[in-house]
């Protein structure tokens, strides 16, 4: 079992940061591959980036490359999202998941597809 928690996320103007944090429970944070997801006010959640065990590999959707950088401790559990030139287009609630690791090249993560999900963080860009 895998308990995450997200925090950083809160208000924001346009061009922008914030750090977002998640903290993993558990022993075994090293063998699950972590995304970013996120869901704005009456929209489907998305994937936004992910990063595999090692911290070696990511990627990104292409509305945030260049923006964002995702990485992870895995001494301390945590996986972290780095959001800069933030847009009033990120405004969404962000959650992180974990999915147990089945190969090493970060990829796309469809939400379906994840083992465990935190509750999440708002966070809003104005412009």
């Known amino acids: 079992q895998v308990q995450l928690v997200e925090s950083g996320g809160g208000l924001v103007q346009a061009g922008g940061s914030l750090r977002l944090s998640c903290a993993a429970s558990?022993?075994?944070?090293?063998?699950?591959?972590m995304g970013w997801f996120r869901q704005a006010p009456g929209k489907e959640r998305e994937f936004v980036a992910a990063?595999?065990?090692?911290?070696?590999?990511?990627y990104y959707i292409d509305s945030v490359k260049g923006r964002f950088t995702i990485s992870r401790d895995n001494a301390k559990n945590t996986v972290y999202l780095q959001m800069n030139s933030l847009k009033p287009e990120d405004t969404a609630v962000y959650y992180c998941a974990a999915r147990l690791a089945t190969t090493t090249q970060a990829s796309v993560m469809p939400p379906d597809g994840m083992d465990y999900w935190g509750k999440g963080t708002l966070v809003t860009v104005s412009s």
């Open positions: 990063i595999n065990w090692s911290g070696k590999s990511t």
């Open positions: 558990g022993r075994t944070f090293s063998r699950y591959g």
